[in-house]
Every structure is written in C-alpha cells, then in structure tokens.
C-alpha cells in the first residue's frame, strides 16, 4: 500500500473500517486500540516480514512489532526487548514501594554515578516539562494525585485545607543536577504518569536499534514510538463514538501521544471530575477533550500532550513552539459545531 504523501501531516477523510480493510489485506497484527483514544498505527510500506508481540503491563497493553526476514530471530529479539520493558517498569514505577523511583525523594542529594540514566531522564523531562508549562504539570504531583485517587473512591472532594497543603508541597519541589549531584528540594514523591510510558517506549526504541533493528513501533498505552523512515500512518479514534477519526501520516522515526479526560473520569454530585489535575489549582483541567502530540520521542510527547491538556487554549501556541514538538492537536471540550474537529497548530 503506497503513501498519498511524503510528509508529515493529516487528513480526516479517514474511517476505521476503510483502515481495518487496508491492513487486513496486509496482515497487519498491529492495530492498537488504547484510551483515551484509539491509535491505529502502521507502515505504509508494510509486508509480511513484520512481527508483534503484546503484552497487558502498566495498566494498559504494551505492544512490540519489528520488521525481521527471520521469524524466530524476530521473536527472540521481541522477548528481549519486552524484558527489558519489565525491567524499566521495576525501576520506574510510582506504585512498587521497593522501586528505586519511589525510594528516590527520601534522600535530598544523590551522586550521579548512583542514579540510573531512565531515572535522570525522566526527571529531565518532567522538569522541563513543568516549567513551559507554567507549574500546571510536575513529576512531584503524587500527593494530589493520591488526593484524587481517594476522592474517586470515596465519592468525596478533597478537603480544601489539604489540597492546598498538597499543593504548596508539589510547588516546593524540584530537581536539579549540579556538578555530579542530583538534588531534591523537596521530599514529595515522584509520579512518573504523563512522562514514563513515552520514556519507556524511547528506551524500547534504543534497544531495538542495538539489536540492528531499522524498522520497529512500540505501543505503550496511547503513546507511539516509531523506529525506520516510514511513512507511517497513525489513525485516531476517539473513544466518543460521535467524534470523527483523525489520520496522520508521517516520515521519520518519530513519536506521538495522546490524552484524554475522559480516559479516566468519575462523577461527585453529578459533577464530572477526571484524573489530569491541574496543579495551580488542584482540581481537574477543563480546558480540552483531547490532545495529540507528534515529537521526535515518546517521553517529550507524553509529557507534553499531558500538560497541554492542562492549560488555556491561548497558551498552546507558545507550549508547541517552547517544546519544540512537531505537532499539537486538540479536540476543544466545549463543541457546539465542527464536531469531532482536532484544531492543529
């Protein structure tokens, strides 16, 4: 199946049967279907020499396909690359006790040479992240997070007096790295949604390339990561039956992520509520249904597409162009016409 175009961009002449029927006539494993919306991905230039495990980890399903002439080699490769993903989850996980991500705030100063490298890089990202975004998003937003969490179970806001408690504590936290050190101003701990599944699915890629693979795509919940020149094709369904699909297609080893409210929502007193928490506030972002990010790697987009969600619609101009990501689209949460519509910027 051929490309209508060479370069990066979209159309919304686009419907999931039409891609369905495609891939089918290719044989395709990989269509990934993930909340908060659904991502069909594929390479155009797709043939039979392509393989794809996938596996429920994180939460959600976690899917390897690489391009190989030989099969069992492909496999074997595949089965490295998955336990090297379990690897990662160990060590980056908000919810493991004994994780080192987890441990890691109970000290104020680490030396470099102690912190393994995914761990600096998600902090990296995740502090970059926060300042473009005005402070809305953190890596340190876990006790409001876990405020929320106990909220949806309870059926019952969080007290006002010790939100912003857990606010002010997020605020005072940072990291930096200086010299050989990394250090903590804060002992809040670290919550690896929004920026862990596109990191993971960045060190994914790498091995792979290790391995020699040229050609490869790795899901990890609704974040891409695309390994080879393409093109690709990434068809968007939103989980609202009354949205349109977008399609993009692009070239280049490129990711893409996206986030949504309603991937995870619950309602207080017939009041709708939702788990991306916008941390100058402390209550839930209302400002979009949906964003879709393209970057040249997972955990930019994920950080990204996550705190965009977060902030005014008049300020995502300057988010795109102070992250640098390729793409930003939004499907605005308050549609009167052009239903379905992602605006791009």
């Known amino acids: ?14 419907s999931r049967r039409s891609f369905l029927k495609k891939s089918a006539i290719l044989s395709l494993p990989a269509l990934i279907s993930i909340s908060p919306q659904k991502l069909f991905a594929a390479n155009l230039n797709e043939t039979e020499d392509w393989y794809e495990r996938m596996k429920p980890l994180m939460v959600t399903y976690v899917s390897i396909a690489i391009k190989h002439k030989d099969r069992q080699e492909a496999l074997s ?4 690359a998955f336990t090297y993903t379990e690897e990662l989850i160990r060590l980056l996980s908000s919810w493991d006790q004994t994780s080192f991500i987890s441990k890691l705030t109970e000290r104020n100063i680490w030396q470099l040479r102690d912190v393994p490298n995914p761990v600096l890089k998600l902090i990296q990202y995740g502090e970059k992240v926060k300042k473009i975004s005005q402070g809305r998003f953190s890596i340190f937003a876990k006790p409001v997070t876990d405020l929320w969490r106990e909220a949806k179970e309870s059926k019952e806001l969080p007290p006002k007096k010790l939100l912003q408690e857990r606010i002010q ?11 050989s050190e990394l250090q903590f101003s804060s002992s809040a701990p670290i919550d690896v949604g929004g920026v862990g599944k596109g990191l993971i699915a960045d060190l994914v890629a790498q091995r792979l390339e290790v391995f020699g693979i040229k ?6 919940g609704g974040d891409l990561r695309f390994i080879g020149n393409g093109p690709w094709k990434v068809a968007i369904q939103s989980s609202d039956a009354s949205l349109q699909e977008e399609e993009l297609i692009f070239m280049g080893p490129m990711a893409v992520s996206t986030s949504g409210e309603y991937e995870n929502s619950w ?72 239903v379905g519509e992602v605006i791009w910027l």
């Open 169 to 179: 504590l997020v605020k005072n936290s940072a990291a930096q790295i200086k010299n």
């Open 77 to 80: 490769i595949i089965g490295e």
């Open 267 to 338: 309602e207080i007193n017939g009041t709708k509520y939702h788990h991306l928490i916008d941390l100058t506030t402390g209550y839930p972002s209302t400002n979009a249904h949906a964003v879709t990010v393209v970057a040249t790697n997972g955990a930019l987009a994920d950080a990204v597409a996550s705190a965009a969600l977060l902030m005014p619609n008049e300020n995502l101009s300057g988010l795109k162009k102070s992250s640098g990501v390729h793409m930003l689209g939004q499907v605005p949460l308050n549609r009167e016409s052009d």
């Open 1 to 14: 199946m051929k490309c209508g175009s060479d370069s990066m961009g979209f159309s919304r002449k686009f």
């Open 215 to 220: 050609e490869a795509r790795i899901a990890c």
